[in-house]
């Protein structure tokens, strides 16, 4: 028996459901709709196991999932090392979102990542504090400043809402995944021209710890190994 | 007392005849000050831990803030200290590397010439390591900001290239940049006012944009000059005539390579064999992020491990945490378990 790692709601679990139903396996909750026991049918010796997003790759890293589905922003957020310990199988073509840095669309004078970086030296220097950016994905962000050389800054821990923090005065800037953008413009906030740190979408992933084989599933699913 | 232990007591007690006094400091830091140092970066290296009443702390990735907060209250001078114990640091992908290591340092706070107490530092651990067949390697980072200094441009491109020094790919983009024609930029959009920095701030640097856009480009000529700066390497002595002869088109850096001389002669003074030791005008700039002056490391001929032996000048890091008082520091760290190791290949 292998276990197949689906989040346990919204629209993610649906399209999810949708994406291997069209390759001839089907995938439920079974009871009640509040109930996160699932079912498989279409393939053999697969348990649908149903949890949030956020704990699939922690799951797959540990080798308790022998496959699962969440974003690539997730598994290189919270993975240190993910490419020792998961393989992407499939590109799911949903749950689109781009990681990306926002500062407050009132804010003229910075349009890229150069202007972010002399404005936290100013702003340091004013207020006596660093500039804060309001973010949930630590890792990510502080790996691409670091990257594009941008000093003086700070990350706080956002968890959500994260787009109001500029408003509620508790960070100068966010880092946060958007699909369209308008909630980026809806609170005041602009994208930096180059303040693209990922690109995300729901993938399929195999873990490179897990002993369960995945032969059956993975031909019925019809992806390369 | 197993052969760390050992080794760890032997370096002390060569520290302590040198004149270092033994201190203690603890484990866990405060984090405020740390990051408040050393920046966001600290974060992906130190252990951080939540005290529901004291906020933020930090398990001690290195001793120099508390050796330095230990001075700054105590305040007599000259001081020369030695320290010992366990450094955290958390290696992100990498599990090769330890997360907790020995450290055993030595330290100095004296008003003295600068080139004799680099001297003094750099031969004491020059002659404690002589046994192990390291390999040294220094750097100035003061030359690098003499020359900035000395560029035919704008103080703010100059204070925006001395504030990048220890991140060279964003300093070599910087200097490109500053190099060319302003290109026009189009300015965003606006909107409504909101979170702490104020509109008089962003007016006051569109005015500093629009006489950015009017600025000279930095001299070709000065470019190329800091450019052979940064490519300077060879032995002490070798890299030394390089400067002086560099020097000639880039004069800004006359009084740094006197201070190089006078090091030199200071550090034969100390007994120390010059012709054996490397120079590198980039050298530290990537790890070394809060050394100012004179740098210098120690390496084992081995893949894969860190300098055996590492330090150099902190006066900026130094005034910083003295709170307007000017202490000049200078010091440095052995990482004892790799001296351990080297001791034990021998016996083999």
Redesign the interface.
Same mark, same amino acid.
């Given at each position: 028996m292998i276990k197949l790692g689906v989040p346990s709601k919204g629209r993610l679990m649906k399209e999810t459901f949708a994406w291997f139903s069209a390759r001839g396996v089907r995938l439920s909750k079974s009871g009640s709709d509040r109930e996160y026991v699932g079912r498989v049918d279409g393939v053999a010796g697969v348990e649908l196991v149903l949890l949030t997003a956020g704990e699939i790759p922690r799951e797959l890293a540990a080798g308790r999932l022998d496959m699962g589905v969440t974003g690539t922003d997730l598994v290189h957020e919270k993975l240190?090392?993910w490419t020792d310990v998961v393989a992407p199988m499939a590109e799911m073509g949903f749950g689109f979102a781009d990681l990306i840095i926002a500062v407050?669309?009132?804010?003229? /004078?910075?349009?890229c990542l150069?202007d972010l /970086?002399?404005?936290a030296?100013? =702003?340091r220097a004013?207020?006596g =504090?660093?500039l804060r950016i309001a973010t949930k994905y630590?890792?990510l962000v502080?790996?691409f400043?670091?990257a594009?050389?941008v000093? /003086?800054?700070?990350?706080v821990d956002s968890q959500g809402a994260t787009e109001g923090a500029?408003?509620n005065?508790t960070a100068?800037a966010i880092a946060d995944i958007t699909s369209t953008g308008a909630t980026i413009e809806a609170n005041?906030l602009?994208i930096l021209e180059d303040g693209l740190v990922l690109k995300s979408q729901a993938t399929l992933w195999h873990s490179k710890l897990a002993q369960g084989d995945c032969s059956a599933l993975i031909e019925k699913i019809g992806i390369a190994p | 007392m197993s052969r760390l232990r050992t080794e760890i007591t032997r370096l002390s007690a060569v520290f302590q005849s040198a004149g270092a006094i033994r201190i203690e400091t603890d484990i866990l830091q405060p984090a405020n000050v740390l990051l408040d140092l050393y920046g966001e970066d600290i974060r992906a290296r130190a252990y951080v831990t939540v005290d529901p009443l004291r906020g933020e702390q930090m398990l001690r990735p290195d001793f120099t803030v508390p050796v330095v907060q230990w001075h700054m209250a105590e305040s007599a001078e000259p001081a020369r200290y030695t320290y010992d114990g366990p450094v955290f640091r958390y290696q992100d992908g990498d599990t090769k590397r330890t997360a907790q290591s020995e450290q055993v340092g030595y330290e100095v706070f004296d008003r003295g010439p600068a080139d004799v107490i680099e001297a003094e530092v750099f031969a004491l651990f020059h002659k404690t390591l002589a046994p192990y067949g390291l390999t040294a390697s220094t750097g100035d980072v003061g030359l690098l900001v003499v020359a900035i200094d000395g560029l035919t441009t704008s103080d703010a491109r100059k204070a925006a290239l001395r504030r990048h020094i220890w991140r060279p790919s964003k300093f070599k983009a910087l200097l490109r940049r500053f190099s060319q024609p302003v290109l026009a930029k189009t300015l965003g959009a606006g909107g409504q006012q909101i979170g702490l920095r104020e509109s008089f701030d962003v007016d006051e640097r569109l005015v500093q944009l629009a006489d950015e856009a009017a600025a000279q480009p930095i001299p070709q000529m000065e470019i190329d000059a800091l450019n052979d700066l940064l490519e300077i390497k060879g032995s002490l002595l070798d890299a030394l005539t390089q400067l002086q002869s560099l020097a000639l088109r880039l004069p800004v850096i006359t009084s740094a390579v006197d201070h190089m001389l006078a090091r030199l002669t200071a550090l034969r003074v100390a007994g120390v064999d010059v012709s054996q030791i490397g120079f590198e005008a980039a050298y530290g700039l990537t790890a070394m992020e809060y050394y100012d002056g004179f740098v210098f490391g120690f390496y084992a001929n081995q893949a894969g491990w860190p300098a055996v032996a590492s330090g150099g000048r902190y006066d900026a890091l130094a005034r910083i945490l003295g709170q307007g008082r000017d202490v000049p520091a200078v010091g440095g760290i052995i990482r004892p378990e790799f001296t351990v190791r080297l001791l034990e290949g021998d016996m083999q």
């Open positions: 240190a090392n407050p669309a009132c804010w003229r /004078d910075v349009t150069h /970086d002399a404005v030296a100013r =702003f004013q207020q =504090f660093r630590h890792r502080r790996q400043m670091t594009q050389g000093a /003086d800054y700070q990350l500029v408003k005065e100068e005041h602009q | -």
